[in-house]
């Protein structure tokens, strides 16, 4: 009986059936890994080139429009100079007694479905971000800049759009399957948040004259 059992431990110990399978399975499940991954980060990758173009995109819009956001100025007013420039004497122009033109602030706001300017920025770019992207991941900056405009002209501020989009979602189960491999994910759960995708560009200022 002894004999036996020692020859059929042996026999099993020399038994190759299945492990053709086993060795399938384990390299199948490394190759889905990378192929989805590959599949996930193009993916993400494009994305991130079209948002890019996107916001690119509003902001040029956003600089031949009236102001998004409520109190911007429409004219440069007179700043803290004593001199009492005459109008059309350059924002930039600082003969040490104080500014040409007054610094109204920094104005942002959100986009709104409800204001025509940033519906209109929307409805140009929508088809160039992802699906789960609203209006209301937009944001509008308007900045003085004493290097744009004159005295009495239009007011050029520095404008800022910003898109939040939010986090990317992998289709593919990637961190499943890093998990399922002893890969440590650090508590990763298959989404990536984006960075923050922001382009300023000076205010068009398409009017003439000195006079304001």
């Known amino acids: 009986m002894t004999r036996w059992l ?24 490394l190759f889905f890994l ?36 409520a109190g911007v100025p429409e004219t440069n007013t007179r700043g803290t100079a004593t001199t009492q420039p005459r109008m059309g004497t350059s924002c930039r122009i600082n003969n040490g007694s104080g500014s040409t033109c007054a610094n109204p602030g920094t104005f942002s706001c959100q986009g709104v479905a409800t204001n ?44 800022t759009v910003e898109i939040s989009p939010p986090d990317f979602v992998f289709v593919s189960p990637v961190a499943g399957l890093a998990a399922s491999l002893g890969a440590n994910t650090g508590g990763w759960n298959g989404t990536r948040p984006y960075r923050t995708f922001s382009v300023s560009l000076p205010a068009e200022d398409l009017a003439q004259g000195t006079a304001g």
Not at 6 to 29: H, P, S, Y
Not at 120 to 138: S, Y
């Open 34 to 69: 990378l192929f989805f991954s590959a599949i996930d980060f193009g993916r993400l990758g494009g994305t991130i080139v079209m948002i890019e173009k996107a916001t690119n995109l509003a902001a040029r819009t956003a600089i031949v429009r009236p102001p998004v956001c």
């Open 6 to 29: 020692i020859r059929c431990i042996r026999k099993f110990g020399r038994n190759q059936a299945g492990a053709a399978m086993v060795e399938f399975a384990v390299v199948m499940l």
């Open 116 to 159: 025509a300017v940033a519906q209109e920025v929307w409805t140009r770019i929508q088809p160039l971000l992802p699906a789960d992207v609203t209006i209301a991941n937009l944001r509008f900056e308007y900045r003085f800049d004493d290097q744009l405009g004159f005295l009495g002209g239009p007011y050029t501020p520095m404008v």
